[in-house]
T-cell receptor
Framework: RKEVEQDPGPFNVPEGATVAFNCTYS??????FFWYRQDCRKEPKLLMS???SGNEDGRFTAQLNRASQYISLLIRDSKLSDSATYLC??????????????FGAGTRLFVKA | DGGITQSPKYLFRKEGQNVTLSCEQN?????MYWYRQDPGQGLRLIYY???????QKGDIAEGYSVSREKKESFPLTVTSAQKNPTAFYLC??????????FGPGTRLTVT
């Protein structure tokens, strides 16, 4: 089982649609969770952190379910400019006392006019 | 402007040559990372450093080497021992335990 698993995608949606991305993680001791966005041939950029209480930033809502080890990202009223790959990222401590960051493989989103 | 810079953006080398990729940050971050991304694939960790003069191997360190002599700099050398060096190389930095910020990447092509 992969440490971080995402929907394989791609997702093809019309403008204005609501789209949900799902991510599961295997390490129950994971402490921090993030969603990144990566445009084609560009670097990943932080979209939002994911808090236990859930958080919202405009059209974007992220939620965390620690019991189920599950993270989600919801995009409402999708725009053409939302087309990108969305990466789920999980961070936790490792045996040496440092931090280990695991990136999911990403889910590609295509928003069509 | 604070940020992470990588140079060059595109790099072409002949097989058998070592090549060094630059990564500099002025964010005062302690931790720095090197990732490799192949077409349609996720990020794979090559090396990381949590503090100056210390670094650890990631998941795919074979054929690569790094140094961390200064807090701001974490260069990556792709050696001739790396069997498939052509890839998109991404450098990132973070405060300990926080989210990572990425540089614009270097596309390396080895022929």
């Amino acid at each position: 089982r992969k440490e971080v698993e995402q929907d394989p995608g791609p997702f093809n949606v019309p403008e204005g649609a609501t789209v949900a991305f799902n991510c599961t993680y295997s390490n129950s001791a994971s402490q921090s969770f993030f969603w990144y966005r990566q445009d084609c041939r560009k670097e990943p950029k932080l979209l939002m952190s994911v808090y236990s209480s859930g958080n919202e930033d405009g059209r974007f809502t992220a939620q965390l379910n620690r019991a189920s080890q599950y993270i989600s990202l919801l995009i409402r009223d999708s725009k053409l400019s939302d087309s990108a790959t969305y990466l789920c990222v999980v961070k936790g401590t490792e045996g040496t006392g440092g931090f280990k960051t695991i990136f999911g493989a990403g889910t590609r989103l295509f928003v069509k006019a | 402007d604070g940020g992470i810079t990588q140079s060059p953006k595109y790099l072409f080398r002949k097989e058998g040559q070592n090549v060094t990729l630059s990564c500099e940050q002025n964010l005062n971050h302690d931790a720095m990372y090197w990732y490799r991304q192949d077409p349609g694939q996720g990020l794979r960790l090559i090396y990381y450093s949590q503090i100056v003069n210390d670094f650890q191997k990631g998941d795919i360190a074979e054929g690569y080497s790094v140094s961390r002599e200064k807090k701001e700099s974490f260069p990556l050398t792709v050696t001739s021992a790396q069997k498939n060096p052509t890839a998109f190389y991404l450098c990132a930095s973070s405060r300990q335990g926080d989210e990572q910020y990425f540089g614009p990447g270097t596309r390396l092509t080895v022929t």
